[in-house]
């Protein structure tokens, strides 16, 4: 499976942005998915995870402000951003682990994931 990420660019602190992530080459439906991030200088970072049946797991840095979720019929995981704030300025890359993936408790651990995008930059101004 290949990935795709794209949405990203520039917005204002408070405002949204929605990212996508588009895979092509075998279908996504028994993929867990996740979205991770990178500022320069930093490590990368979990942001948002969806299993295979559509549960959920956030960063606490994101949680109530950012919802992933995946339409299987489009082969497609998104990233709704809300409230952004300028420490959410990152690449914004997606990332898929092949089945039969992770345990829900793991979704966070960037080592499960196996499967990586190119990324999309998302830049938050004051």
């Known amino acids: 499976v290949q990935l795709q990420a794209f949405g990203g660019g520039l917005v204002q602190a408070g405002g949204s942005l929605r990212l996508s992530c588009a895979a092509s080459g075998r279908t996504l439906i028994r993929y867990n998915m996740a979205w991770f991030r990178q500022a320069p200088g930093k490590e990368r970072e979990f942001v948002a995870a969806?299993?295979?049946?559509?549960?959920?797991y956030y960063s606490d840095s994101v949680k109530g402000r950012f919802t992933i979720s995946r339409d299987n019929a489009k082969n497609t995981v998104y990233l709704q951003m809300n409230s952004l704030k300028l420490e959410d300025t990152a690449v914004y890359h997606c990332a898929a682990d092949t089945p039969p993936g992770a345990i829900y408790s793991a979704l966070g651990n960037g080592r499960n994931y196996d499967v990586w995008g190119l990324g999309t930059q998302v830049t938050v101004s004051s």
């Open positions: 969806i299993n295979w049946s559509g549960s959920t």
